[in-house]
């Protein structure tokens, strides 16, 4: 089992950049492909970024390619999303999740692991 803690959001103006980060318990880390998914108010959970657990294959969800960046560091049980060119349509609780598959998956059900969210807000 794997605990997962993000932290890193906070309010930025458009066009500004954050990087999350997520922080997960346990030995096992490198067992894991973690995803980044994200939830506005009123609409459902969606994808954001996938990284198997070696970090050799990333996904990205259309809306984000070439903006947003996700990486690991498998020695410090570490995850993360840099987000650059943030747009107001990214404002959401952004959520780390892990699963015991080998890569990355897109949908929600195929995670076994979930932290509990950190609040970006894009505003002027």
């Known amino acids: 089992q794997v605990q997962l803690a993000e932290f890193g959001g906070g309010v930025v103006q458009p066009g500004g950049s954050l990087r999350l980060s997520c922080a997960a318990s346990g030995r096992t880390f490198s067992s894991y492909a973690m995803g980044w998914f994200r939830q506005a108010l009123g609409k459902e959970r969606e994808f954001v970024a996938s990284?198997?657990?070696?970090?050799?294959?990333?996904n990205y969800a259309d809306s984000v390619k070439g903006r947003f960046t996700i990486s690991r560091i498998n020695a410090q049980n570490m995850v993360y999303l840099q987000m650059n060119s943030l747009k107001p349509d990214d404002t959401a609780n952004y959520y780390c999740a892990a699963t015991l598959r080998f890569t990355g998956p897109q949908t929600t059900a195929e995670y076994d692991f979930w932290g509990r969210g950190t609040q970006v807000t894009v505003s002027s």
């Open positions: 990284i198997s657990r070696t970090g050799a294959s990333t």
